[in-house]
């Protein structure tokens, strides 16, 4: 079975910045694209970033310029540098992979979500 494990949450002050990452395991054949969404308390779960395994990136307008996604294919990982950020940044942040898991009736496309990992930006 395939698993997301996020780290690297945690209280900052505003400005600062945090790295998260997220490591996937597990019977994985191939991972395309992989990404992180955050969800504030009585909001949506948003779109914060996403990557594609030939590295091509996307952001939501609220983080452009602040936030910077990125991966390493060797380690089946997606990383999130979190810099200028604002209280308005706080929420759990989850960890999402589009891939493909190699299980004994074959290969099989699948999206999972990691656990989460909260994010408060405070003074």
């Known amino acids: 079975q395939v698993q997301l494990v996020e780290s690297g949450g945690g209280l900052v002050q505003p400005g600062g910045s945090l790295r998260l990452s997220c490591a996937a395991s597990?019977?994985?054949?191939?991972?395309?694209?992989m990404g992180w969404y955050r969800q504030a308390p009585g909001k949506q779960r948003d779109l914060v970033a996403t990557?594609?395994?030939?590295?091509?990136?996307n952001y939501a307008d609220s983080v452009k310029g602040r936030f910077t996604i990125s991966r390493d294919n060797a380690k089946n990982t997606v990383y999130l540098q979190m810099n200028g950020l604002k209280p308005e940044d706080t929420a759990v942040y989850y960890c999402?992979?589009?891939?493909?898991?190699?299980?004994?009736?074959?290969?099989?496309?699948?999206?999972?979500w990691g656990q989460g990992t909260q994010v408060t930006v405070s003074s």
């Open positions: 597990g019977s994985i054949f191939s991972i395309n694209t």
């Open positions: 999402n992979a589009d891939l493909t898991t190699a299980q004994a009736m074959g290969l099989i496309p699948q999206n999972f």
């Open positions: 990557i594609s395994s030939g590295g091509s990136t």
